[in-house]
Structure formats: C-alpha cells, structure tokens
T-cell receptor, first 113, second 112 residues
Framework: DTGVSQNPRHKITKRGQNVTFRCDPISEHNRLYWYRQTLGQGPEFLTYFQNEAQLEKSRLLSDRFSAERPKGSFSTLEIQRTEQGDSAMYLC???????????FGPGTRLLVL | GQQLNQSPQSMFIQEGEDVSMNCTSSSIFNTWLWYKQDPGEGPVLLIALYKAGELTSNGRLTAQFGITRKDSFLNISASIPSDVGIYFCAGRGTGTASKLTFGTGTRLQVTL
C-alpha cells in the first residue's frame, strides 16, 4: 500500500500525559499537512510542511502542540500535557507542490480520560 | 475555525435515487475538492476541481466549480448502498495558503 499511513490508529491516555503520533506520507509527496477533526465536524487545519520546513501554523495549534518533519519524509505530532479537549481524530495528508490535491491517511483517534 | 456552509446536513434516500449537495463560501477559492469519509477512517478523495465553471465526472459522481468561485456542488446518480457515508467539500484559498477549509459535511443514508 503506497498511501498515507498513520500510527497509532487509536490512543487512549490520561489527562496530563504526553502523546506522539506519526505520519508517513506518499513517498514522492513533498508537502505534509496535519488536521484535527472533532465529532460531527469537518477536519480543521493545524499545520503543514514543505519538505522539512514548517510553513504555516493555525492558531488552533497551542504551545502544547509541536510538529516536526526532520528529514522531509515522515512527520510527528506531539501533544504535551494532554487535556480532555484534545480528544479528536488527528488526520495527516500529503500532496505534491503544484498539485493541490491532498490525500489523507486513516487518522489517529485520541481519547483523553 | 472557519468551516464552509454545506447543505443539506443529512439525507435519507432510497437506492436508485439521485442525490445533490452543495457547498458555499464567503471567500473565493482556487480549488474545490470533494471527499467521502466512512466512520473511523480518513477522508477519501472523490473529485478535484481547478477552474471556475469546470464540470468533472467520476463514474456516477459529477461535481462543478461555481462561476463565482464561491460555491460547488456534487451530484450522485443512481445511488447504491455503498454510497452511505459523510461527504465533505473542501476549498483551497487564493495566494500562497496551502491549507484546505472543509465544509460541515452531508451525511448520506441509503435505504433499500
């Protein structure tokens, strides 16, 4: 399968703990995006990378959130000191520069107890 | 965050019927995309539109990019049970912004 992959698919954590998610984009795609989706809503943009550079961050991305793409391939999204309001589906997407079509992974569903 | 206005919110139709849904924005978009999402999964791309007025088909699906660049619609003909799911429109704005802004979704239920 050469699509976008995300790990883990599900994560249950206690409030205050740190969590990290991984996204592997389609191999030749140089843009990578993170979105968050809560129940009954469409995905909302968090941040995106072009190669290893983080080019845009949403105001939704509080200082407890950090994303990296150190080698321009896979990316990680870390949430520190999780809160119950962080419970959501975290989606990763990738695309090629010049092509605006974004392909999504299956998501990581986070539940903070 | 901002979400596009998508209607209807939900539809209950019989197998074989045609379906129409639309999406409107107060902002101009350069690209419109339509996705389908099944429970617990990520959105799957259905159709991409890149020019105002463009009409594109993908099997039983047809989508159009509105002339004003502020709206788009999706039609599904002869619906089948596997069409069940949530359909999202998404737009990419002008300028250098690469992010997508999504609609609120249309939940489609198909009865036999």
């Amino acid at each position: 399968d050469t699509g976008v992959s995300q790990n883990p698919r599900h994560k249950i954590t206690k409030r205050g703990q740190n969590v990290t998610f991984r996204c592997d984009p389609i191999s030749e795609h140089n843009r990578l995006y993170w979105y968050r989706q809560t129940l009954g809503q469409g995905p909302e943009f968090l941040t995106y990378f072009q190669n290893e550079a983080q080019l845009e961050k949403s105001r939704l991305l509080s200082d407890r959130f950090s994303a990296e793409r150190p080698k321009g391939s896979f990316s990680t999204l870390e949430i520190q000191r999780t809160e119950q309001g962080d419970s959501a589906m975290y989606l990763c997407a990738s695309s090629l520069v010049g092509w605006e079509t974004q392909y999504f992974g299956p998501g990581t569903r986070l539940l903070v107890l | 965050g901002q979400q596009l206005n998508q209607s209807p919110q939900s539809m209950f139709i019989q197998e074989g019927e045609d379906v129409s849904m639309n999406c409107t924005s107060s902002s101009i978009f350069n690209t419109w995309l339509w996705y389908k999402q099944d429970p617990g999964e990520g959105p799957v791309l259905l159709i991409a539109l890149y020019k105002a007025g463009e009409l594109t088909s993908n099997g039983r699906l047809t989508a159009q990019f509105g002339i004003t660049r502020k709206d788009s619609f999706l039609n599904i003909s002869a619906s089948i049970p596997s069409d069940v799911g949530i359909y999202f429109c998404a737009g990419r704005g002008t300028g250098t912004a690469s992010k997508l802004t999504f609609g609120t979704g249309t939940r489609l239920q198909v009865t036999l």
